[in-house]
């Protein structure tokens, strides 16, 4: 684990705060960028001393991966490489030349870690997927690679209803990461 460090500008919020601001970065970011994984990625990205890159990884798997509604949430993916950018494994530690037995604790870690992530998203939304969450929050999934389908996507209120879009989508998943990362105790002080 590497521990997160806070940008200069919110290092003096409370950890009520910090999850409150995660939530309106991702919400905001979701609005605006309209990618729920690169939302979430951003929003950390915006709060922590992080790598730009991390940013354009995230980039495909908003909709349910590439947009297609049918994979795991994008949210869900963007706050779980925020938390495998934290708690991850070192690339010097994953060979294809050996096996690394003693690397597999921090396999381990990450994948605890990430379960924490996983557990809130089905407390929340009864699971993981996109189409099955769009059903929950707008009544019906939408195919978002479809024009037609896009624009009633939008029109339903995706990227403006502050109740019932995939920004609160985005903005819960960045307050349950810094919440992770909170109880983890994984945020430089």
């Not at 779980?80 to 396999?107: C, Q, W």
Request: some cysteine; glycine content about 8%; proline content about 2%.
């Amino acid at each position: 684990m590497i521990k997160a460090k806070l940008r200069g500008k919110y290092r003096g919020l409370s950890p009520q705060e910090l999850q409150d601001k995660a939530y309106q970065l991702g919400f905001d970011f979701e609005k605006n960028a309209q990618s729920c994984s690169q939302s979430v990625v951003a929003a950390f990205h915006e709060l922590f001393e992080m790598e730009d890159a991390v940013v354009r990884v995230a980039t495909s798997s908003c909709g349910g991966h590439a947009v297609q509604a049918q994979g795991t949430c994008g949210a869900l993916i963007g706050g779980t490489m925020v938390l495998d950018y934290i708690f991850g494994r070192s690339p010097e530690n994953v060979s294809h030349e050996e096996f690394v037995k003693d690397d597999l604790r921090a396999l381990a870690g990450s994948l605890k870690v990430a379960k924490l992530l996983y557990d809130r998203y089905v407390k929340e939304y009864g699971g993981i997927l996109c189409a099955p969450i769009q059903v929950q929050l707008f009544g019906r999934a939408y195919s978002l690679s479809d024009r037609d389908e896009l624009r009633k996507f939008n029109e339903a209120g995706a990227h403006s209803d502050p109740e019932v879009s995939c920004c609160r989508v985005a903005g819960n998943a960045a307050r349950w990461v810094m919440e992770v990362l909170q109880e983890q105790d994984a945020i430089e002080s």
